[in-house]
């Protein structure tokens, strides 16, 4: 089976990494320039096909017209198993950093989560198979390449996967909204796993038990109650790299 990504810098990632082998590329007529260029000659070297078609061709093969004039069609999404990702993280020097995002709906928020968390140094990111968005063509969109290289974990059941990062020796703690205990009275050094609610169900009973502590993150004005998924994650993501780099920083003095 192949699916469709599209956009700039998702081709261009998938060319460079060659995770998930494309099987042809298709850029519409008229796009040209270094862009097309540094494509042809990527494409040349990976031996992959690069086909020319009508731009209202690749709107409809894309479902999208917000393709910046190149798709990709590509095996589907491989998700990897959650032994094969706590294995993966044995070999990390530093300590693991997980996100796991409960029911997140929003193709867009998830993308852009994914990218976050490959930015701020994340080892991987866990979500539900049910009732929530998988890894598809818009999400890829919206992570710009970082699920190429950003291992991704689709589970059964969160709750019971949290237990097993648990038993696994990670911290498992949520991001959610009115609790008293800050985000920045964290101490996010340690093997972690970051939990994200959804967009309108926050963070689920079954897996808000599974938390060893749940953080707030301070809003600046009362009119703002709480942040989306993506920018909540984004939030905790890079206190968690902040503190991170001092932690190593101090370590060397």
Known sequence: MTTIIYGRQPVVTALRQGKTPLEEILVAEGVGGKFFSELRDLARAAGVRLKQVPRPALDRICRSANHQGVAARR?????QELEDLLEGLA????????VAADSITDPMNLGNLCRSALAAGAHGL???KD??????????????????VLPVCRVTNLAAALMRLKEADLWVMGIESGVSQSLYEAD???????VVGGEDTG????????????????LASETVTSLNAA???????????????????????
């Open 75 to 79: 095996a589907v999404f491989a998700y």
């Open 91 to 98: 070999g990390q020097k530093e300590p693991a950093l997980l």
């Open 126 to 128: 866990i979500i539900p």
């Open 131 to 148: 009732r929530a968005a998988a890894v598809t063509p818009v999400v890829m969109k919206a992570a710009a390449g970082a699920l190429e």
């Open 188 to 194: 996010l050094t340690v093997p972690l796993a970051l």
């Open 203 to 218: 963070i689920r009973p079954r897996v808000r038990q599974q938390c060893d502590a749940l953080l707030s993150i301070p």
């Open 231 to 253: 920018a909540a994650g984004a939030v905790a993501l890079f206190e968690a790299r902040r503190q991170r780099l001092l932690s190593a920083k101090e370590s060397k003095i």
